[in-house]
């Protein structure tokens, strides 16, 4: 089964995004299957019907994503999907089961859920349906006519949030009322055209993120003050914070005139000096003069208004701040509803009591356990000192020649008198000189021969 992830490119002459599923090129015997038109009902072969309705629900789904649009008609699905001159037959039964599950939904329905009165039908954004689409849908036809238009509802979801970040972080969101001709200015590459911006307000409309009113023929849009907060419906106040943007906006754009009209007498009145046209630089001179001064009229004129939105804007962050304390306040006194200064003393003692015992517990168990046997100390210390006078009085047992110690373990030795270590001793020293004596010869010394 296919799935949006598992796109490849391919060469043009199919999708316009060039992005389509792996065995379009490839798979004949596949892309005939699918090509194929479905079964009159899914009971006869719930196989097939589920391959096919599982291959091409996502692929409308994506190429709609993917062209950045909300708003699909099987005619053009039709051409975006054709293939060697083949066009796909179940495309109607696959819109039809989407239709079924929600996925989509007609954009007659879609309006009709929405409050659209603000719509102007003379604009030609809309088309009400054929006559032949509404018999239809009496008589209990579900077939989908090719040129009826159907919106992606998750798709337009997506474009809402899109524009609604879109005006959040623009100029505009310095108050929430904007006029629809410059909310749609800054919406224009996000709606590829007028009916998806209107579709994109609606759905804002539904979602209570935005209102629309018409105001003296001109239409203003007021926007929800956060991402999760819902739109208020427009007052006084905010028509009147509106006439006031209106009002800079217009005086902002006349200065900027009136300053390129001073700097032309400005250029007229040098060139006529040039020319030697005294009296007509003059002239050029005084039109400067006259711009001059109605600039500076309008500039105190801007400068009043900007005063006052100043101070609208600032009493407005005032209230935020002033609710904000207030929610602060409520809370804190929510959380501390039950606590007091006697329960948080009662408390602390408590735990003290608690770490005391818990002193006393550790110290009783770091005394051991005797067993039941209770010793005197005092008369072990008596018997200490007794076994130690015992023993400096008691003579050491050392050995008569200190090396006996050294082999006590080693093999015995046995004891030689001193006759026989001299006996010994003088047969080595005549073995060193050359000379043995026989055991009976007088001792004696010989002169060694040269």
Not at 153 to 171: I, M
Not at 204 to 210: H, N
Not at 227 to 234: D, R, T
Request: net charge negative.
């Amino acid at each position: 089964m296919w799935s949006p992830e598992r796109e490849v490119e391919v060469p043009a002459g199919g999708d316009p995004a060039g992005l389509l599923p792996p065995e379009w090129e490839d798979d004949e015997e596949r892309m005939s299957f699918l090509f194929s038109a479905f079964k009159r009902s899914r009971e006869v072969n719930s196989t097939d019907w589920d391959s096919k309705m599982g291959f091409w629900a996502p692929l409308v789904l994506s190429h709609s994503r993917r062209q950045g649009v909300v708003r699909l008609r099987l005619r053009d699905l039709q051409e975006a999907f054709q293939r060697k001159g083949s066009v796909p037959l179940g495309l109607a039964t696959v819109l039809q089961d989407l239709l079924r599950r929600g996925e989509l939904q007609r954009e007659s329905d879609f309006m009709a859920s929405v409050d659209s009165s603000w719509i102007s039908w003379g604009v030609g954004v809309f088309l009400l349906k054929p006559l032949k689409w509404t018999l239809s849908n009496m008589l209990g036809d579900n077939k989908v006519p090719a040129e009826e238009v159907l919106v992606a509802v998750e798709l337009l979801k997506e474009k809402a949030e899109e524009v609604y970040r879109l005006y959040q972080n623009s100029p505009l969101s310095s108050h929430p009322v904007v006029a629809l001709s410059e909310l749609s200015t800054l919406c224009a590459g996000s709606c590829p055209d007028e009916r998806t911006f209107y579709l994109v307000l609606l759905q804002l409309q539904k979602e209570k993120r935005v209102t629309v009113l018409e105001q003296n023929g001109e239409k203003i849009v007021k926007f929800a003050r956060g991402p999760h907060a819902k739109v208020s419906p427009v007052n006084d106040v905010d028509v009147g914070v509106y006439q006031l943007m209106q009002s800079e906006q217009l005086l902002s754009r006349k200065v900027e005139s009136l300053s390129q009209e001073a700097e032309r007498c400005k250029e007229e009145a040098r060139r006529a000096c040039r020319a030697g046209k005294k009296q007509l630089a003059l002239r050029s001179l005084k039109a400067k003069q006259r711009t001059e001064k109605r600039i500076e009229a309008l500039h105190a004129k801007l400068d009043t208004v900007q005063g006052i939105l100043d101070r609208i804007y600032a009493s407005q962050t005032d209230q935020m701040v002033f609710n904000a304390y207030q929610a602060g306040v409520g809370a804190l006194k929510l959380s501390m509803k039950d606590v007091t200064v006697e329960k948080a003393e009662s408390l602390v003692d408590q735990i003290q009591e608690l770490c005391d015992t818990q002193d006393e517990v550790s110290q009783t168990l770091a005394g051991g356990v005797t067993n039941g046997l209770d010793f005197d100390n005092e008369e072990l210390e008596k018997e200490l000192d007794i076994l130690l006078q015992d023993t400096t009085k008691e003579p050491l047992d050392l050995p008569d020649n200190p090396h006996e110690l050294f082999y006590t373990n080693s093999v015995p030795i046995p004891r030689i008198s001193d006759a026989e270590l001299e006996a010994e001793l003088e047969k080595l020293s005549l073995s060193e000189g050359g000379l043995v004596p026989s055991s009976k010869s007088p001792k004696r010394h010989l002169e060694p021969t040269l």
